[in-house]
Nanobody, 120 residues
Framework: QVQLVESGGNLVQAGGSLRLSCVAS????????MGWYRQTPGKLRVLVAD????????NYAESVKGRFTISRDNAKNTVYLRMNSLKPEDTAVYYC?????????????WGQGTQVTVSS
């Protein structure tokens, strides 16, 4: 099993910055990618950014390109999300995600979420 623990969520003013961290533990050897999703009340959870363990390729939602940066430290099984120029519309619960492949099966793991609130 893979366990994910996020940290770094906070209340920040518009234009400010935050860095989220997510530490993976347990059977992490088969994690293929990790990422961040966010969710607001009544809406679906959507991808913010993800990064592949091998090669470091990344994907970003259009709404965060140029403002957010995802990075990873494979030795620490940790993924980070640096968020700059935050906007009120970035307010959400941010969830860490890990995609694991064991054999021919894919497994998706989620953290408990961390609240990011951006005040105007």
């Amino acid at each position: 099993q893979v366990q994910l623990v996020e940290s770094g969520g906070n209340l920040v003013q518009a234009g400010g910055s935050l860095r989220l961290s997510c530490v993976a533990s347990g059977e992490t050897i088969n994690i293929r990618s990790m990422g961040w999703y966010r969710q607001t009340p009544g809406k679906l959870r959507v991808l913010v950014a993800d990064i592949f363990t091998a090669g470091g390729g990344t994907n970003y939602a259009e709404s965060v390109k140029g403002r957010f940066t995802i990075s990873r430290d494979n030795a620490k099984n940790t993924v980070y999300l640096r968020m700059n120029s935050l906007k009120p519309e970035d307010t959400a619960v941010y969830y860490c995600n890990a995609n694991e492949r064991r054999g021919y099966a894919d497994y998706v793991h989620w953290g408990q979420g961390t609240q990011v609130t951006v005040s105007s």
